[in-house]
Nanobody, 120 residues
């Protein structure tokens, strides 16, 4: 099972980016999914999360600017980021709770990270 994140890049303040995360492999089911970010010399923090039923929650710093969504049939998750600020600059990681085929338990998986840089 793997998570592949994509969509990062360099954007000016006020601009937008859309991150994608795709799960692949022998997957029985996907529970909650989320986006985390880590800026230099800072701890990794939760940006947004979405449950298997579509319930969402956001960090206060991104509420009203970012939107998390998922497409269960595609085993994918997205993060639409609008009105980006320089303080959003970080490596963004996707995370998911996945039950692999042949397993009776949920496992946590991380994507490889994608760099988002917002210039002022």
């Amino acid at each position: 099972v793997q998570l592949q994140a994509s969509g990062g890049g360099l954007v000016q303040a006020g601009g937008s980016l859309r991150l994608s995360c795709a799960a692949s492999g022998s997957i029985f089911g996907i529970d909650s999914m989320g986006w985390y970010r880590q800026a230099p010399e800072k701890e990794r923090e939760l940006v947004a999360a979405i449950s298997s039923t579509g319930r969402t929650n956001y960090a206060d710093s991104v509420k009203g600017r970012f939107t998390i969504s998922r497409a269960n049939a595609k085993k994918s998750m997205y993060l639409q980021m609008n009105s980006l600020k320089p303080e959003d600059t970080a490596v963004y990681y996707c995370n998911a709770g996945i039950t692999p085929i042949g397993s009776w338990s949920l496992h946590e998986y991380w994507g490889q990270g994608t760099q988002v840089t917002v210039s002022s």
